[in-house]
């Protein structure tokens, strides 16, 4: 008999997972209790190279190979285009940077993925160089959820799993996935409920939707902090701010401010806001993913701790979660 299994979380753990359990033969039942989310905020970028110390993302080309062929078969499948490829680039903020720069050049694996920058991109200042990478790209985290909810029609049902009755969920034989996202520290990792003891670091994050005809069209261009997605039609998504204390606000205008700020410090040309965002990043403690079995209760299943890059990573969990289970 097919297993039966039901999804708590349609972000993007739960929408990967829903896809992979399928592909597996599995039934599948999702429950979202709706409003924001990470996965509605995110930009979806994959950028190989990210942070102030220019870090590799390890085992990139085979993680970028599997979400690439994840989510190209999503897309057959629904009929939805998701996952856009298209060149980054990094414009330095420093000499400083620079420097740090050519020394990561003699480290495996950089010259690989990411090529000196010839000029920065016209109406962007880039006095310190930078790089450009040719395997990067975005995925539209909301066509996932919607291709989700096409796939699975009355199976996706908009409700709230309440807390209290997480642990209490195990009936007739069915598998539950809990992929909560940060709420889940109310929810399944809250004290009494079963995946209890996963510390959660989570980080709110707002992003903009800019509308600007003189910005590169072509590429994502990050720098200081700040990075610019083209979506077509001269409309950007920009962003995006970290803050670890306040995690209950939705768009603020410090917010806002921060991310303007830091764009207009290198983008030449004019942008005028026309949509602000905001989510709860789930992190947990040292950063780490956590996708498996609970250790005793075997019917309880957990996918969480996406972070800042889920888009990259969350196919590879899910088919590996789907393969345990099914
Ligand atoms: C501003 C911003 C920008 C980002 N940019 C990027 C980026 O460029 N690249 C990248 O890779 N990542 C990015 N991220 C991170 C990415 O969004 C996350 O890694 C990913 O979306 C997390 O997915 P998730 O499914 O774990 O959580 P979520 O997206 O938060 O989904 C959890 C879902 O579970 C539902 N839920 C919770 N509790 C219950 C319950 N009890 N019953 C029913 N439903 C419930 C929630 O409503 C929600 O829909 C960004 C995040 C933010 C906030």
New binding site residues.
């Given amino acids: 008999m097919a297993a039966e299994v039901a999804v708590?979380?349609?972000?993007?753990?739960?929408?990967t997972a829903a896809w992979a359990l399928r592909w597996r033969g599995a039934g599948v039942r999702l429950?979202?209790?709706?409003?924001p989310?990470?996965?509605?905020?995110?930009?979806?970028?994959?950028?190989p190279i990210t942070g102030p110390n220019l870090t590799l993302e390890p085992d990139f080309r085979s993680r970028w190979a599997e979400a690439l062929a994840f989510y190209r078969r999503v897309e057959a499948e629904s009929g939805q285009a998701l996952f856009h490829p298209m060149p980054l680039v990094r414009l330095f903020d420093s000499e400083r940077q620079s420097t740090r720069w050519r020394r990561r050049l003699d480290a495996p694996g950089y010259r690989d993925i990411a090529a000196d920058l010839p000029e920065p991109p016209a109406s962007c200042d880039g006095e310190f160089g930078g790089f450009e990478v040719a395997t990067a790209g975005?995925?539209d985290?909301r066509a996932l959820m919607d291709a989700t909810r096409g796939m699975l029609g009355d199976a996706w049902e908009r409700?709230?799993?309440?807390?209290g009755e997480?642990a209490a969920r195990s009936g007739g034989g069915m598998q539950w996935v809990f992929?909560?996202?940060?709420?889940?520290q109310a929810?399944s990792c809250a004290p009494d409920a079963p995946f209890a003891g996963f510390q959660f670091r989570p980080a709110?994050?707002?992003?903009l939707t800019v509308q600007s005809f003189g910005a590169p069209g072509d590429r994502i261009v990050n720098r200081g902090g700040a990075w610019l997605v083209p979506l077509g039609g001269g409309r950007f998504r920009a962003?995006?701010?970290y803050d670890w204390d306040d995690l209950a606000s939705g768009p603020t205008g410090s917010g806002r401010d921060e991310i303007e700020t830091k764009l207009r410090r290198w983008l030449r040309a004019p942008f005028e806001v026309v949509d602000h965002?905001?989510?709860?990043?789930?992190i947990l403690a040292g950063r780490q993913i956590r996708c498996g079995p609970h250790p005793t209760l075997r019917h309880l299943w957990f996918?969480?701790g996406?972070?800042?890059?889920?888009?990259?990573?969350?196919p590879g969990q899910a088919l590996e979660l789907a393969e345990r289970l099914v």
């Fill in positions: 708590v979380g349609g972000g993007l753990a739960g929408c429950f979202d209790r709706g409003g989310s990470a996965t509605r905020a995110a930009a979806g970028i994959v950028n975005f995925l985290t409700v709230e799993v309440p807390p997480i992929c909560e996202g940060a709420a889940a929810g709110r994050g707002e992003i962003g995006a701010t965002q905001a989510g709860v990043r789930p996918f969480n996406l972070g800042s890059k889920g888009t990259l990573r969350a």
